[in-house]
């Protein structure tokens, strides 16, 4: 079975620092992952996705998440926090096997906090 | 282009109650799913759908029943609201498979008292 752990349920990063949001799954086959992040009172926005390709991924607003097999890990990264970054991020992988078409597994969620 | 569509917004019940939230995407996805999202839960889903006529059940299902009679809408209906089913309710669309990445409506914020 496809699991998703997102280690650290809140990250606090100053304005311009560097954010490192983590994410390790679990996986019997070749994963499709992804970055979710939600702003207040609103729904998830795809931020970037994983699907076999280039393990180096870039998405919107400046972030980028690397696959990496050896550690099953997904982590999301960007350089330079903003103020906007400030929401929460959600990691995810598509479940696969027999009755599992169409359906992702989340982790539990990171509140990024940025401070001026 | 709307997107998906969530209606309502926000919504208090009675114990005991029924309703029904609704979901509409005018993308011509095949799949849409529901998810719940609890505090320090994630999002946890309760039914989803590859297509019009085909529905099944997620991690969460009781308590909640769906119908996919037409490719742009997925109803979820409550059927007998608890207090346990308080939760903010999304509704998520995919052209094909998981591989495009859901797109999410703005959600619905349920309160059962």
């Known amino acids: 079975a496809q699991s998703v752990t997102q280690l650290g349920s809140h990250v606090s990063v100053s304005e311009g620092a560097l954010v490192l949001l983590r994410c390790n799954y679990s996986?019997?086959?070749?994963?499709?992952l992804f970055w979710y992040v939600q702003y207040p009172n609103q729904g998830l926005q795809l931020l970037l996705k994983?699907?076999?390709?280039?393990?180096l991924v870039k998405g919107i607003n400046g972030f980028e998440a690397e696959f990496k097999k050896s550690e099953t890990s997904f982590h999301l990264t960007k350089p330079s926090a903003h103020m906007s970054d400030a929401a929460e991020y959600f990691c995810?992988?598509?479940?696969?096997?027999?009755?599992?078409?169409?359906?992702?597994?989340f982790g539990q969620g990171t509140t990024l906090q940025v401070k001026p | 282009n709307a997107g998906v569509t969530q209606t309502p917004k926000f919504q208090v019940l009675k114990t005991g109650q029924s309703m029904t939230l609704q979901c509409a995407q005018d993308?011509?996805?095949?799949?849409m799913s529901w998810y719940r999202q609890d505090p320090g839960m994630g999002l946890r889903l309760i039914h989803y759908?590859?297509?019009?006529?085909?529905?099944d059940q997620g991690e969460v299902p009781n308590g909640y029943n769906v119908s996919r009679s037409t490719t742009e809408d997925f109803p979820l209906r409550l059927l007998s609201a608890a207090p346990s089913q308080t939760s903010v309710y999304f509704c998520?669309?995919?052209?094909?498979?998981?591989?495009?990445?859901?797109?999410f409506g703005s959600g619905t914020r349920l309160t059962v008292v």
């Open positions: 998520a669309s995919s052209y094909s498979e998981t591989y495009y990445g859901y797109t």
């Open positions: 996986s019997s086959v070749p994963p499709y």
């Open positions: 994983y699907t076999s390709a280039a393990t």
């Open positions: 995810a992988v598509r479940a696969v096997g027999s009755g599992n078409t169409g359906k992702l597994i």
């Open positions: 993308m011509n996805h095949e799949y």
């Open positions: 759908s590859v297509g019009a006529g085909i529905t």
